[in-house]
């Protein structure tokens, strides 16, 4: 059976819905659960060649200081419902714009032998739009993925 399940959190409520399953699982099989948030990196789009603002590094570190905050915080919440469980549980958090590679690489860094995260479950036009990380994670990874409704 499964004895190290990543699971990947973004503090939704579908997420947390997904946090909970996780931590009824891993007790009930004697898993450890290594929580991830995937923290989106900073990105400035500029509309004119050579526009040149002074402000932009200050601007990017409130960015990456408040993304950094909340990831604490998600990462907080998980990491103490998991203890309340009697679940060992490690948090991890890394910043990426492509969250699906970020999951996958530390499913293999942390040999992880289940991935268990949240599906919104788009249909149609809306989830070739809007994409999914869930899906992109079913796709590529070679690690078995179970995803929570």
Do not use: W
Request: some cysteine; charged content about 20%; overall charge positive.
């Amino acid at each position: 059976m499964y004895k190290h399940i990543l699971l990947p959190t973004d503090g939704s409520t579908l997420s947390g819905k997904a946090v909970k399953q996780c931590i009824r699982l891993a007790k009930s099989i004697g898993a450890k659960i290594t929580a991830i948030n995937v923290m989106p990196e900073f990105q400035m789009v500029m509309a004119d060649e050579g526009f040149v603002s002074p402000g932009v590094p200050q601007i990017k570190k409130r960015f990456e200081e408040g993304a950094a905050k909340r990831s604490q915080t998600i990462l907080a919440e998980v990491k103490t419902d998991a203890t309340a469980a009697g679940v060992d549980c490690d948090c991890v958090s890394v910043s990426s714009g492509v969250p699906y590679e970020a999951i996958i690489k530390q499913a293999k860094k942390t040999r992880c032998d289940l991935i268990m995260m949240a599906s919104h479950g788009r249909k149609g036009l809306s989830s070739i739009l809007l994409g999914s990380e869930t899906a992109k994670v079913l796709t590529h990874s070679t690690v078995p993925v179970l995803v929570v409704r």
